[in-house]
Nanobody
Framework: VQLQASGGGLVQAGDSLRLSCAASGFAFRITVMGWFRQAPGKEREFVASINRSGGLPSYGDSVKGRFTISRDNAKNTVYLQMNSLKPEDTAVYFC?????????????WGQGTLVTVSS
């Protein structure tokens, strides 16, 4: 399983970013996918999940209404559109495989991408 996140960077509060995660080495189109994040000194936090066909999105309370998860099974890629970013969104974001859209524990995950939001 290989998962490579990209698209992070330094932005100001209120800005938007779109993260991408390229997947390989497994049957992506039949795998539930998710995004997690970990800020310095904090525990890993669930951000979002999406089912195999791109439906049933689920979000963590802190990002509901601001973030949108999507996927393109033809490109083996999952995305995270992040709007109205806040300084507390600063973290390393990584994508992961999940057992179900209700799972909050990642099965496999790859290298993350750093998002820094300045105030």
């Amino acid at each position: 399983v290989q998962l490579q996140a990209s698209g992070g960077g330094l932005v100001q509060a209120g800005d938007s970013l779109r993260l991408s995660c390229a997947a390989s080495g497994f049957a992506f189109r039949i795998t539930v996918m998710g995004w997690f994040r970990q800020a310095p000194g904090k525990e890993r936090e669930f951000v979002a999940s999406i089912n195999r066909s791109g439906g049933l999105p689920s979000y963590g309370d802190s990002v509901k209404g601001r973030f949108t998860i999507s996927r393109d099974n033809a490109k083996n890629t999952v995305y995270l559109q992040m709007n109205s970013l806040k300084p507390e969104d600063t973290a390393v974001y990584f994508c992961a495989t999940l057992r179900s859209v209700y799972s909050r524990l990642p099965d496999d995950w790859g290298q993350g991408t750093l998002v820094t939001v300045s105030s």
